[in-house]
């Protein structure tokens, strides 16, 4: 029923529902081998803001569903980074700092 509604084929189904969540699974296993400061709560709340994010502009048909993907994975990249910035304590930051 539901891919009924979203095309003429099997294959286009596939793809609109995976660029749904394969954008946001690819941008915490970015964060993970890229991104070793970043911890896991920064990541957490990354992907659900950026899979929020992303079904949003799917429904509001803005754009191409294959640009959800780079959407996703960039969105939770960059959120979990300033998100992690944006946690650390200000004692922390003053024994990092070299003086």
Do not use: C, D
Not at 18 to 45: D, E, Q
Request: no cysteine; net charge positive.
């Amino acid at each position: 029923m539901f891919t009924y509604n979203l095309g003429n084929s099997l294959v286009e189904a596939v793809n609109i529902l995976g660029s749904l969540f394969y954008g946001t699974i690819l941008g915490i296993f970015l964060v993970a081998f890229y991104m070793k400061k970043v911890k896991g709560h920064a990541v957490f709340i990354a992907a659900v803001i950026t899979e929020i994010g992303v079904v949003v502009l799917y429904f509001a048909n803005i754009i191409s569903f294959l640009w959800l993907n780079v959407i996703g994975a960039v969105g939770v990249m960059v959120l979990a980074g300033v998100i992690q910035l944006a946690l650390r304590s200000p004692e922390v930051r003053k024994t990092e700092s070299p003086e």
